[in-house]
């Protein structure tokens, strides 16, 4: 979803062959510039989306912190050892917490300076908020607090990491790509539509994707750039 520009600099030229509409179409793939050199701070990194992008990037001459609540310290040996020097360094850090992502934020930039990409990622499936509806039982259990842990990841976590990306971003000037820097936010397919299984992560989703029409249009025309991307179902090792 982008009010800009794309997210990321495009791939290598040619056609991509994609379904569209119960048939094959052709979309263009535009060149690309070389990512060498690039820094990518990447939350929810040791798994899944968030590895399976540190990946690619590195492969492409980018470098990337790798942010994540979960030690990451084996994928980032394994990258480090195949590139022959250091090009990811590990972050553990709740996202819920500013103080964590900011400090994470603060090691890698005094390993590798500048940051070009914001990739706000970390996420959990939901976790039910309320017990199950049941009139039968309701007058013999206590009323309790909701459990809003998928929304304090998905969302505010998400939008810790938008914060901080766009206050580096105002204080950078543009790079050799011709930007001051890209974020990109992980939403869902359910951001689009209601889901009676699954009430906290389709708000939080679909908050993600208005947020991300809000800010775009902010920040258009500043060198800045603000997108998401709406992932279906997919393995989660890479």
């Known amino acids: 979803m982008n009010h800009a520009r794309p997210a990321l600099l495009p791939h290598t030229g040619g056609c991509i062959s994609v379904p569209f509409l119960g048939r094959s179409r052709d979309f263009p793939i535009l060149p690309m510039a070389s990512l060498q050199g690039d820094v990518a701070f990447i939350t929810g990194a040791a798994s899944g989306f968030g590895l399976a992008l540190t990946k690619e990037l590195v492969s492409k001459g980018a470098k990337v912190i790798m942010i994540d609540i979960n030690d990451c310290e084996r994928e980032v040996s394994e990258l480090n050892s195949k590139a022959g020097k250091i090009v990811a ?23 590798f300076g500048r940051i070009d990409y914001f990739f706000a990622n970390a996420g959990i499936a939901e976790h039910p908020w309320l017990p199950n509806f049941n009139p039968s039982t309701a007058r013999d259990r206590s009323i309790i607090k909701p459990d809003i842990v998928t929304l304090s990841i998905n969302l505010i976590g998400q939008l810790y990491t938008a914060a901080l990306a766009l206050q580096v971003f105002e204080r950078q000037t543009q790079n050799r790509h011709g930007f001051k820097g890209k974020l990109l ?28 029409r809000s800010t775009a249009l902010i920040y258009a025309g500043k060198g800045i750039t603000v997108n998401a991307i709406a992932p279906s179902m997919a393995r989660k090792k890479f």
């Open 89 to 111: 360094i590990a972050q553990r850090a709740d996202t819920t917490s500013w103080e964590q992502q900011y400090a994470a934020y603060e090691a890698g930039k005094k390993i």
């Open 185 to 212: 936010m992980t939403a869902s397919v359910y951001g689009f539509f209601p889901s009676a299984i699954m009430a906290m992560y389709a708000s939080s989703k679909a908050a993600i994707f208005n947020y991300t």
